[in-house]
């Protein structure tokens, strides 16, 4: 995690939760610890987790990982290691590109999360208008980096953006594990990306005729995913960043 515009906006994300700042929080694949760094100040209890021991994203590891309980080699596409509904917040930062399907760790984050509790995830976000015309033209979703190429390894996998988040599937997902979106938080926008919003009409009228296949069979569910889909904060910001709370 080396963004300060997404640190900023996952903190302002659990510091607007009630209960806060007495809250239990898991850190999924927390990297060098920037998040649970600033949780812990505020006095909430932060529990981290680690993939490999080798891990490509560490770089400055805090101080932090050494006096709180940082569980390893946990492989998220498989059952996290960790009891049912025993966290208030579970965060994920930059990590759902990487998996190889979301539908297991959706179902695990919403088993330890208590009633109530929150995820909070973000991934670069290819939903934004420029993402969405550049794949028109070119058949590629604007990635940024990190894409999966016949240099990398199976090995080696983790390491690229192989499996971006899809909005319309991940919003079913959520679903199935009852959890709901609530909110999104605005990153950043490259200033020529402004000008993508002169095509909002077209992008609202495609979207709209397309969600109504989904609104035959789920008119609530149709509804809510459109609303998401042509939300201003989806539409420009770099990095998706979501807040989905458990029923």
Same mark, same amino acid.
């Given at each position: 995690?080396?963004?300060? &515009? ?7 994300g659990v510091r607007s939760l009630s209960g806060w ?35 490509? &994203? ?9 006096? &709180? ?9 498989? +059952? ?47 939903? %934004? ?34 499996? +971006? ?9 959520l679903y199935q594990q009852k959890m709901r979106i609530? %909110? ?15 095509l909002w009409p077209v992008v609202a009228i495609a ?11 789920? +008119?609530?569910?149709? %509804? ?24």
């Open positions: 995690m080396t963004n300060p &515009i997404l640190v900023k906006q996952v903190i302002k700042p007495q809250l239990r929080v898991l850190d999924l694949s927390c990297g060098d610890g920037e998040i649970l760094e600033i949780l812990a100040r505020d006095g909430c209890h932060v529990e981290g987790t680690h993939f490999r021991s080798d891990d490509y &994203i560490y770089r400055q590891p805090k101080d932090i990982l050494h006096s &709180i309980t940082v569980h390893e080699h946990v492989d998220l596409s498989q +059952p996290l290691p960790l009891p049912d509904e025993s966290y208030d917040v579970v965060i994920a930062t930059e990590v759902l590109e990487h998996l190889p399907a979301h539908a297991p760790v959706c179902a695990e984050v919403s088993r330890v999360l208590k009633p109530g509790g929150y995820w909070l995830f973000s991934t670069p976000n290819i939903h %934004r208008i420029q993402s969405r015309f550049q794949f028109f033209w070119t058949g590629q979703h604007e990635l940024r980096s990190a894409r999966l190429g016949w240099h990398v390894p199976a090995s080696e996998l983790y390491s690229t953006h192989h499996n +971006p988040v899809y909005l319309p599937v991940m919003h079913a997902l609530r %909110r999104t938080f605005f990153t950043h926008c490259r200033l020529l990306n402004w000008l993508y919003l002169l979207s709209t005729i397309e969600a109504r296949h989904t609104m035959k069979r789920s +008119p609530s569910g149709g %509804r809510d995913l459109l609303k998401w889909l042509l939300e201003p904060r989806g539409l420009l910001s770099e990095k998706w960043v979501v807040l989905a709370q458990k029923s």
